[in-house]
């Protein structure tokens, strides 16, 4: 029974983050140039963030988090569009681990967690 209710839990928050991260403005990114870099400030002509900026951004964050910092988390960054993968110690962790990398500035919205595991 606590299994189901941890698995409905987990499916909400997902299903949550997952509308949270629609991005109805339309953003930017230079995908013509092939420099991987993404707008930060959506459509409103804001600074870009290169591909690299990003990855450190979110390492960073990780870093600054207990749980995060001694996790196997690879992020991959391409033309603005995460995709975390490795293993979180929990499920706490692993959406916060989501949570960190959406905020970023110059993530592009959904940030790709499906490779990313935890214990159940």
Known sequence: MNKSKLTLVFLAVLTAAGCAGLNL???ST???SGTGTASA???RGGPT???SE???AIK??????P???AANITVTVEKGMVTLSGNAPNVQAY???????????GVRPPVNVSNLQYPL
């Open 67 to 69: 749980e995060l910092a």
């Open 95 to 105: 959406l916060r681990a989501g949570s960190l990398a959406r905020n970023v500035p």
């Open 60 to 65: 960073d964050a990780f870093k600054q988090d």
């Open 49 to 51: 963030v290169s591909d």
């Open 54 to 56: 990003i990855t450190s």
């Open 25 to 27: 403005g339309g953003g």
């Open 41 to 43: 400030a959506g459509s």
């Open 30 to 32: 230079d995908s013509d």
